[in-house]
């Protein structure tokens, strides 16, 4: 027989996992069995945690084998940062989002930011709110990563006394209140 396995150059995530599918024989043995579903039958579900040769072994119905081989690549998965980490603005206030350590970032939910792409986005919510950022490597991995901006109420500041009056080089104490 000739064994073919599909797909032919196989690429996962780390924690991912892919479906190999072998024809051309009968039937087929698996190895080595580290991160696979099973180690016979044509289709087996590949979830190794480094990057794996897998050798395939089908048979035909005169017992006639073949070999092939099919290597899983596992691709590293990013580590997104962003930075402030726990940024807070007062009410009409911005803070500017930068994320990094991926190659691609698109943010969520849209209100409140400038952009939802980019590595560098402004944002102006009217309440706390949580974004999330995901990044994606070359290789296509991604990861998520939260921020939340805190918006913080303005102070209400009063004077007492309110309207005060004075004569003419008169003087008087006026005192502030609702702020630091």
């Known amino acids: 027989p000739t064994v073919l396995v599909t797909p032919a150059a196989p690429a996962i995530c780390i924690?991912?996992?892919v479906s190999l599918t072998a024809s051309g024989a009968s039937t087929y043995t698996w190895s080595p069995a580290t991160?696979?579903?099973?180690?016979?039958?044509?289709?087996?579900?590949?979830?190794?945690t480094v990057t794996t040769t897998y050798t395939v072994t089908g048979t035909n119905a005169s017992g006639c084998t073949d070999t092939q081989p099919v290597t899983v690549t596992v691709n590293p998965v990013p580590t997104v940062l962003v930075t402030p980490a726990a940024?807070?603005?007062?009410?009409?206030?911005?803070?500017s989002l930068t994320a990094s350590c991926a190659s691609t970032y698109t943010w969520?939910?849209?209100?409140?930011?400038?952009?939802?792409?980019?590595?560098?986005?402004?944002a102006c919510p009217t309440v706390t709110t949580t974004y999330t950022v995901t990044?994606?490597?070359?290789?296509g991995c991604t990861d998520t990563q939260p921020v939340t901006v805190t918006v913080n109420p303005?102070?209400?500041v009063s004077v007492i006394p309110a309207n005060p009056t004075i004569c003419p080089s008169?003087?008087?104490?006026?005192?502030?209140?609702?702020?630091?």
């Open 15 to 17: 924690g991912g996992c």
């Open 35 to 48: 991160g696979l579903s099973a180690t016979t039958g044509a289709t087996v579900n590949a979830c190794p």
């Open 87 to 95: 940024p807070a603005i007062c009410i009409g206030g911005c803070v």
């Open 108 to 122: 969520s939910p849209a209100t409140g930011l400038s952009a939802t792409t980019g590595a560098t986005v402004n």
């Open 135 to 139: 990044g994606t490597n070359a290789s």
């Open 154 to 156: 303005l102070p209400t």
């Open 170 to 180: 008169s003087c008087i104490t006026l005192t502030a209140s609702g702020a630091s």
